[in-house]
């Protein structure tokens, strides 16, 4: 059965700093796309940062110059580190994959920031 299980949520102050983990288990399958989306409270899910297996990236304009994805595809992980965080960042974070192959998508139970003085 495959995972994804994400870590390093916390509560933070606005201004502070935030990596997040996603590892996953259960497959041999090579991501494709590994990313990350949240969903603050009243809002729809949204894409934060996704990175392709190529080290193709795409982030959301809101985050872009704050946030950076990387992988490390040897571990079959991905992350998420944050800076300048601001209250408007408040959110619970998903990890997602798609799988190469079966393209099969894969969301992790989600991770909850908080950005608050």
């Known amino acids: 059965q495959v995972q994804l299980v994400e870590s390093g949520g916390a509560l933070v102050q606005p201004g502070g700093s935030l990596r997040l983990s996603c590892a996953t288990s259960?497959?041999?399958?090579?991501?494709?796309?590994m990313g990350w989306y949240r969903q603050a409270p009243g809002k729809q899910r949204e894409l934060v940062a996704s990175?392709?297996?190529?080290?193709?990236?795409d982030y959301a304009d809101s985050v872009s110059g704050r946030f950076t994805i990387s992988r490390d595809n040897a571990r079959n992980t991905c992350y998420l580190h944050m800076y300048s965080l601001k209250p408007e960042d408040t959110a619970v974070y998903y990890c997602h994959a798609v799988a190469i192959g079966s393209w099969t998508n894969y969301w992790g139970q989600g991770t909850q920031v908080a950005v608050s003085s």
């Open positions: 990175m392709t297996d190529t080290g193709i990236t």
């Open positions: 259960g497959s041999n399958s090579i991501w494709y796309v």
